[in-house]
């Protein structure tokens, strides 16, 4: 029994010796301060600022940890030269959607509708526009009632070069009708083109185009206003997602440009995904339409496509002011505005947009914007028409017939510098920073490194080598 307590009193002795050697040895500065000490006050010091600076240092190592695993992000905003860029695609509309003389017979033939509909709100044009889309040769008789590309652009000019008509492209717009896509890079017949390059920051070295937003007298009652509508874009959006610049007729309109490229970290930085340009990345049939409809991914463009979906399946029909992407006819009669209105409650009042459509749509981390500036001065004057209609040139086509230049608008479309501005994301603690202002804290505070963490290894083998050796022992 004395044997047993003599050997258990070496075993605590020798494990005291080693943990005290270890302590004393140690590189941190508070510890073996503390045990070397033989001056009770000194002790007493070391041991009130040892507790102090631990308690320090534990709170500076949360803060850091929180920090990084906020994943906050430092946002830069640069000013890049550039002297090799391209230019915007542009697409024009008139901002009426019945305009010709085909539009008159068929408006003639349902006119008995027309006092039944509020024109504050333009119904009978809605309910017109109705019944083309519910027509099964919609195809054909959406480009006849609307404008030509021929009566629509009067005169198009780039960089002082005549543009060549035939790279312009046909799109159809839902709300405006018959529109006309410039310098997307492919032409009417669906071939590829060049695109034209940014020759300068000069409204001369731009795009000028001159419209003719004229629309039949007989059918003018179904629109108070007139004029056409420009949307500059960028090539892989499309035009119907993007607000466009109102032209008035007998007003030039100036709009000079400035871009801006965003970029953005993805998860866990942010709620943006990083292979959006991906079409297989998702298999969300909501993430599919979007391709599906000729452009780039663009998450408001799906939202649009969410909201449509919706009001598709609940009142079987669609609204001309979202992405169109089914054979349901549109929302014009009173039932099926009333339903279009409780579905817009729905959404409004719950949170649906962000529970149903987010998950289908993930956001994009890169994009690109236009920041436009405009400026309008009057266009035409009695002699300059006379002069017009005198002028009897090769490219004097459309002026074949008498010009009123009260239907006539002009827009030039430039750069407004060379250069463009770009915001970029970059963490704002990286896993390297997180270790530097850990090391940093500690040996700042508590004297140790990264090494110090060796003499705790060094402690546990001894500690394991005298347990071995007493067991040896015993």
């Known amino acids: 029994m004395k044997t047993q307590e003599g050997n258990e009193n070496k075993l605590w002795t020798k494990l005291k010796q080693v943990v005290l050697d270890a302590i004393l040895s140690s590189t941190s500065h508070g510890l073996p301060n503390i045990f070397r000490s033989t001056n009770v006050v000194i002790r007493i010091i070391w041991i009130s600022f040892t507790l ?3 308690s320090y240092c534990v709170f500076n190592i949360i803060n850091c940890l929180i920090k990084y695993f906020n994943y906050e992000v430092t946002t ?3 000013l890049y030269n550039e002297y090799k860029s391209v230019f915007p695609a542009v697409t024009v509309c008139n901002v009426n959607f019945f305009t010709s003389e085909n539009a008159v017979e068929f408006i003639k033939s349902i006119e008995d ?6 024109p504050f709100e333009d119904s009978f044009e809605l309910y017109a526009k109705g019944i083309i889309e519910n027509s099964s040769n919609f195809n054909q008789v959406r480009q006849n009632v609307g404008d030509s590309k021929e009566k629509l652009i009067v005169f198009c000019m780039y960089s002082r070069k005549a543009c060549n008509m035939s790279w312009i492209r046909y799109y159809y717009h839902s709300i405006y009708g018959n529109c006309f896509n410039i310098n997307s890079g492919i032409d009417e017949n669906d071939n ?3 695109i034209f390059p940014a020759v300068g920051p000069k409204r001369f070295l731009g795009l000028r185009l001159i419209l003719n ?3 039949a007298e007989e059918i003018k009652f179904l629109k108070g206003n007139m004029g056409a509508q420009v949307i500059i874009h960028n090539k892989t ?3 119907f997602m993007i607000e466009g610049i109102f032209l008035s007729p007998k007003t030039e309109t100036n709009i000079a440009l400035t871009r801006t490229f965003y970029s953005s970290l993805p998860k866990p930085y942010s709620s943006c995904e990083s292979n959006t340009n991906d079409k297989n990345a998702y298999q969300s049939e909501l993430y599919k339409l979007v391709f599906e409809n000729g452009f780039g991914y663009n998450q408001i463009m799906c939202v649009g496509f969410c909201i449509q979906r919706l009001i598709i399946r609940n009142c079987k029909c669609y609204q001309a002011n979202l992405p169109y992407f089914s054979n349901s006819p549109p929302c014009v009669s009173p039932e099926q505005k009333i339903c279009y209105e409780e579905q817009i409650k729905l959404i409004s009042g719950t949170d649906y947009i962000e529970d149903v459509c987010f998950k289908e749509c993930p ?9 436009k500036t405009t400026s309008t001065n009057q266009f035409s004057n009695e002699e300059w028409i006379k002069y017009l209609q005198e002028y009897n040139g090769s490219d004097s086509v459309y002026f074949n017939r008498t010009v009123n230049a009260d239907h006539l608008t002009a827009v030039n479309i430039y750069y407004e510098r060379r250069s463009y501005f770009a915001i970029d994301e970059t963490p704002s603690m990286i896993f390297t920073d997180l270790l530097s202002s850990i090391g940093g804290t500690a040996g700042l505070f508590l004297g140790i490194s990264f090494l110090s963490l060796v003499e705790i290894v ?8 005298v347990f071995k050796n007493q067991n040896k022992v015993g």
Do not use: D, H, W, Y
């Open 52 to 54: 102090i600076s631990a």
């Open 76 to 78: 830069k905003t640069r």
């Open 113 to 118: 509708q027309k006092f039944t509909k509020n």
């Open 192 to 194: 590829k083109v060049p």
């Open 213 to 215: 937003v004229s629309v």
């Open 237 to 239: 959006e499309s035009p």
């Open 363 to 371: 956001l994009e981390c890169e994009g690109m914007f236009f920041e």
């Open 458 to 465: 060094e402690l546990l083998i001894q500690l394991f080598l």
